[in-house]
């Protein structure tokens, strides 16, 4: 039951700013072990779809098919697992020092 992972462009994105801020403020070292660590986790997801969380606001809207996944203690991924196309979207990477909540909203009203 392999699932096809695919990162939307704002989520490549997020995932190219975070291992910039990484870097930047660490070290490149740390960096790549950051990106890979995020990477790893949501390859993850090809055989296990139903790994993360559901979001509490859709899940009252009836919205299943969107969950977060935590990664590392600092970083959430948003994903949408389309069962039919056996496809998994990834939408949002954000880390602790955003607030999950806002980036999650204006990342919906952006799409």
């Known amino acids: 039951m392999s699932y096809k992972v695919i990162f939307l ?3 490549e994105h997020d995932l190219k700013n975070i291992h910039a801020y990484v870097k930047n403020q660490f070290s490149a070292t740390l960096a790549k072990k950051v990106y890979t ?3 790893d986790a949501i390859l993850m997801l090809e055989d296990n779809p139903n790994l993360g ?3 509490p606001q859709l899940l ?6 969107y969950r977060y996944l935590v990664v590392g203690k ?3 991924v948003v994903y949408q697992i389309n069962a039919a196309k056996k496809h998994i979207y990834i ?3 954000c880390n602790a020092l955003q607030d ?3 980036a999650f ?4 009203l952006e799409m």
């Open 9 to 11: 462009a704002y989520a």
């Open 37 to 39: 660590q995020i990477r």
């Open 53 to 55: 969380h559901t979001i």
């Open 60 to 65: 009252a809207l009836g919205m299943t098919d």
């Open 74 to 76: 600092r970083n959430k």
């Open 91 to 93: 939408y949002l990477i």
């Open 100 to 102: 999950f909540e806002a």
């Open 105 to 108: 909203a204006r990342r919906t």
